[in-house]
């Protein structure tokens, strides 16, 4: 019986953490493989709830955007110019360097907090776990200081 529960932990903590690296993937796979992709800045002009919109300049001024949107976030306050990688074929960009960097991995740090407590409890892994915590902790900490 107890290697059967350890058995649902161990899942139980490893669908959190690969659950985070996934939802993370699709905006992190932009800023960290951003080499041959269109680059520029865009300068935020309005916001809604979900998104803020602006004026895009690209380091290229071959290509043809004018205007681009950008998840809402703190950071993107109206006014603001920020530095954005285009995700190809869409009309959407993602902030680049550091705090974007960083911001692309925020649900990989909530699920290593979420799973912090499954490791310890449920594992009795206590070094394990402080770990975890330790790691999402900081990464949330990081994503907050560098926006």
């Keep these: 019986m107890t290697h059967a529960r350890n058995a649902a ?9 690969v659950g985070g690296a996934w ?5 992190a796979q932009h800023v960290l493989l951003s080499k041959g992709r269109e680059h520029g800045t865009l300068t935020v ?5 979900e998104t803020c ?4 300049v690209p380091e290229d001024p071959a290509q043809p955007h004018s205007a ?3 998840e809402h976030s ?12 285009v995700k190809p074929g869409t009309e959407e960009a993602v902030r680049t360097g550091w705090g974007g960097g960083l911001h692309a991995w925020l649900p990989l740090g909530g699920a290593l907090l979420l799973a912090a ?5 449920g594992l009795r892994m206590t070094r394990t776990a402080w770990s975890l915590a330790g790691a999402g902790a900081a990464l949330l900490l990081g994503a907050f200081l560098a926006l």
Aim: aromatic fraction near 4%; hydrophobic fraction near 50%; include cysteine.
């Design 74 to 85: 703190v950071a993107a306050a109206k006014g603001k110019t920020l530095p954005v990688v």
């Design 68 to 70: 681009l949107t950008i």
């Design 23 to 27: 939802s993370s993937w699709g905006t």
């Design 9 to 17: 932990m161990a899942l139980v903590a490893l669908l959190l953490v």
């Design 53 to 56: 919109s602006g004026r895009y």
């Design 45 to 49: 002009t309005g916001c809604n709830e």
């Design 117 to 121: 407590p499954v490791v310890g409890g």
